[in-house]
C-alpha cells in the first residue's frame, strides 16, 4: 500500500509545494493547522459524550482526513530522506 500511495502523481517530489521546509516547527504548525482545518472541520466538527450514539461525520470526512494523512506522510517520508542524506555527506 505505501509504494501504491507513493507512486500517485500528486505525490511526485515537485507537486509537494511544502517539500522545502525543513524546520522541524514549520512542519509541526502544517500539520496543526491541516487538523485544525481537515479534522476538527474549522472547528465546526460536532462532538458528543454518547460513545454509543454519537453525532455522525460529515459524508466526505473519512476520504478528507485520510487524504490529509496520506499527503503527510509522503511529505515526511520526503523529509527523513533528506535529512538522512544529508547526515552521510
Known amino acids: 500500500m505505501a509504494i501504491e500511495?507513493?507512486?500517485?502523481?500528486?505525490?511526485?517530489?515537485d507537486e509537494l509545494k511544502e517539500?522545502?521546509?525543513?524546520?522541524?516547527?514549520?512542519?509541526?504548525?502544517e500539520s496543526r493547522t491541516l487538523a485544525a482545518e481537515v479534522a476538527y472541520q474549522?472547528?465546526?466538527l460536532i462532538g458528543g459524550n454518547d460513545r454509543n450514539n454519537g453525532p455522525l461525520l460529515p459524508a466526505d470526512y473519512t476520504d478528507a482526513?485520510?487524504?490529509?494523512?496520506?499527503?503527510r506522510?509522503?511529505?515526511?517520508?520526503?523529509?527523513?530522506?533528506?535529512?538522512?542524506?544529508?547526515?552521510?555527506?
Open 19 to 29: 517539500l522545502p521546509i525543513t524546520e522541524p516547527a514549520t512542519s509541526a504548525e
Open 65 to 71: 482526513a485520510k487524504a490529509a494523512a496520506e499527503r
Open 42 to 44: 474549522k472547528g465546526n
Open 5 to 13: 500511495i507513493r507512486n500517485r502523481p500528486e505525490f511526485a517530489r
Open 73 to 89: 506522510i509522503i511529505i515526511a517520508g520526503y523529509r527523513l530522506a533528506a535529512m538522512l542524506s544529508a547526515l552521510q555527506q
